[in-house]
C-alpha cells in the first residue's frame, strides 16, 4: 500500500504545528518559508495550504504571506453547536439501539469523572473530550467521530480550559455530573446537553 503523497505529508505536519501552536495564531508565514522548513517543493506545501484554508486554519493573502487565523467569535459558536448537536444525535440514537452501553458508559465516565475533582484543569479538558469520544464512537458513526476531531482541533480545545478553573469549575463539574447522569435517561438529556453548550460558550477564549 502506497505512502501518504507529499501533499498529505505537507497537511499533516503543519495542522499538527497550528494546534501545537508551534505556528501561533495571528502570525504570519508563506509557501518559501514553509518549503523550506518542510524540505519540499512548494506545490505540495501549496495543495496542503490550501485545504487547510478550506477548513478554516489559515487565510492565503496573495502577495503577504499565509495568516494563522485565530477562532472567531462566531466560528468558535458554530464549532461548538456543531459538537453539542452531534454529542445529542448520539445519545438519542444509542438510547434507543443499546441503551445497555450507554448506561455503562454513564457509570464509567461518572466514576473517573469523581477521581479528578479537584484535579488540575488540564485532566479534566482530557477527561471531557474522552467523553465526548466515547459517547460518539458508541452511534458507530465515522464521519462523526472525524468531525469531532477536526473541529476540537479548530476550537484549539487543550488550550481552553476556563470552564474547569475559578469560578467556573464548581458549576462545569456540577454540569458534566448532570449530562453523564441524563445518559440513562432520554427525558433529561436536551437540557443537560444545552446547560453543557451554554456553559462552553461563556467561558470559551
Aim: aromatic share 6%.
Amino acid at each position: 500500500m502506497p505512502g501518504p503523497s507529499l501533499r498529505e505529508q505537507a497537511y499533516q505536519t503543519i495542522y499538527e504545528r497550528i494546534i501545537s501552536n508551534q505556528l501561533a495564531k495571528g502570525t504570519v508565514t508563506s509557501e518559501v518559508q514553509l518549503s523550506q522548513q518542510l524540505d519540499m517543493s512548494r506545490t505540495p506545501i501549496r495543495a496542503a495550504l490550501q485545504q487547510l484554508e478550506t477548513e478554516g486554519f489559515v487565510r492565503i493573502v496573495p502577495k503577504h504571506g499565509v495568516l494563522i487565523l485565530d477562532s472567531s467569535a462566531q466560528r468558535v459558536s458554530d464549532l461548538l453547536e456543531l459538537i453539542a448537536a452531534m454529542l445529542l444525535f448520539a445519545v438519542t440514537s444509542v438510547q434507543l439501539r443499546d441503551a445497555a452501553a450507554l448506561s455503562k458508559l454513564s457509570g464509567d465516565l461518572l466514576a473517573e469523572l469523581a477521581s479528578l475533582e479537584g484535579g488540575d484543569s488540564t485532566a479534566l479538558c482530557r477527561f471531557e473530550y474522552h467523553f465526548l469520544t466515547r459517547t460518539i464512537a458508541l452511534s458507530h458513526n465515522e464521519e462523526m467521530l472525524r468531525t469531532l476531531e477536526r473541529s476540537s482541533s479548530r476550537l484549539f480545545w487543550s488550550n481552553n480550559r476556563k470552564r474547569w478553573m475559578a469560578p467556573y469549575q464548581h458549576e462545569m463539574h456540577g454540569c458534566m455530573q448532570e449530562l453523564l447522569l441524563s445518559l440513562n435517561t432520554s427525558a433529561g438529556v436536551n437540557e443537560a446537553i444545552n446547560r453543557y453548550l451554554h456553559l462552553l460558550k461563556l467561558t470559551w477564549q
